[in-house]
């Protein structure tokens, strides 16, 4: 499926470029106007990443979150620095569908072991973002991009599959926010080697070429945001290319 992707900060829809906060572009577009015109459309699922909360996780947006929920009938997919069950616990009980963890897969992997068997598979995607190093190694990077975690994405997937892990929203992130494509290879062969993981491609979408190709890798779903914002792609377009790829 198509999930358009919003990140806001201070209330303002933002994209960054490469997950780079001093590389950002904001949008006049309001958040209310954006989702109504994403749910004219058809769409059932949004991603919403607070980049407030993921700088600190004390400053979590959750007025605008819990606004979205209050006036529009769709289901939120929400991330942005997701460290504790009190934090998941609030999120759910706004009638957040998923939440999005990501560090906490690093630094507190049994709490996220906790998280996938108390709240269940369907509610818990793991964000796993990736550098490829130019021995083919995919390492995942942690804080905001500015750490390695001495990971490989094999070896996480891996560790939380026993525990019921069912989505995976894998990032590129040197394609995130640069409309240059995704990595299909890197899709094709996740999707390969884990069959029964539900795959999110994130990061690079820039044309309904794009939409085709990483259906064609086999992934399950595909986030698209800076296209979407800027129009680079019509959205009705996508969906049809998406159903028929």
Same mark, same amino acid.
């Given at each position: 499926?198509?999930?358009?992707?919003?990140?806001?900060?201070?209330?303002?829809?933002?994209?960054?470029?490469?997950?780079?906060?001093?590389?950002?572009?904001?949008?006049?577009? &309001?958040?209310?106007? +954006?989702?109504?015109?994403? %749910? @004219?459309? *058809?769409?059932?699922?949004?991603? $919403?990443?607070?980049?407030?909360?993921?700088?600190?996780?004390?400053?979590?947006?959750?007025?605008?979150?819990?606004?979205?929920?209050?006036?529009?009938?769709?289901?939120?997919?929400?991330?942005?620095?997701?460290?504790?069950?009190?934090?998941?616990?609030?999120?759910?009980?706004?009638?957040?569908?998923?939440?999005?963890?990501?560090?906490?897969?690093?630094?507190?992997?049994?709490?996220?072991?906790?998280?996938?068997?108390?709240?269940?598979?369907?509610?818990?995607?793991?964000?796993?973002?990736?550098?490829?190093?130019?021995?083919?190694? &995919?390492?995942?990077? +942690?804080?905001?991009?500015? %750490? @390695?975690? *001495?990971?490989?994405?094999?070896? $996480?997937?891996?560790?939380?599959?026993?525990?019921?892990?069912?989505?995976?929203?894998?990032?590129?992130?040197?394609?995130?926010?640069?409309?240059?494509?995704?990595?299909?290879?890197?899709?094709?062969?996740?999707?390969?080697?884990?069959?029964?993981?539900?795959?999110?491609?994130?990061?690079?979408?820039?044309?309904?070429?794009?939409?085709?190709?990483?259906?064609?890798?086999?992934?399950?779903?595909?986030?698209?945001?800076?296209?979407?914002?800027?129009?680079?792609?019509?959205?009705?377009?996508?969906?049809?290319?998406?159903?028929?790829?």
């Amino acid at each position: 499926m198509i999930i358009p992707s919003i990140d806001i900060i201070n209330g303002k829809v933002v994209r960054l470029y490469q997950g780079k906060y001093s590389c950002k572009t904001i949008y006049k577009n &309001k958040i209310r106007d +954006i989702i109504s015109d994403y %749910c @004219s459309k *058809g769409i059932s699922l949004i991603h $919403l990443v607070d980049l407030d909360g993921a700088s600190n996780p004390k400053k979590r947006q959750v007025h605008i979150i819990q606004d979205i929920l209050s006036n529009f009938n769709i289901n939120l997919q929400v991330g942005g620095g997701i460290r504790s069950s009190e934090d998941l616990r609030v999120l759910f009980e706004l009638g957040v569908k998923r939440i999005v963890v990501g560090s906490s897969a690093i630094h507190t992997p049994d709490k996220v072991d906790y998280w996938l068997k108390k709240y269940g598979s369907n509610r818990i995607v793991l964000a796993l973002d990736l550098k490829i190093a130019n021995n083919g190694c &995919k390492e995942v990077v +942690i804080d905001a991009w500015r %750490c @390695s975690s *001495g990971k490989n994405v094999e070896t $996480l997937i891996n560790r939380f599959t026993l525990s019921g892990l069912k989505y995976v929203l894998c990032t590129d992130v040197l394609r995130d926010g640069t409309l240059f494509g995704p990595n299909f290879n890197l899709y094709r062969d996740l999707s390969s080697t884990f069959k029964n993981i539900h795959f999110q491609a994130s990061g690079g979408i820039g044309s309904l070429k794009d939409i085709i190709l990483v259906k064609q890798s086999g992934v399950r779903s595909v986030i698209v945001g800076r296209a979407l914002l800027e129009k680079k792609i019509n959205l009705i377009e996508a969906i049809k290319c998406w159903q028929n790829g």
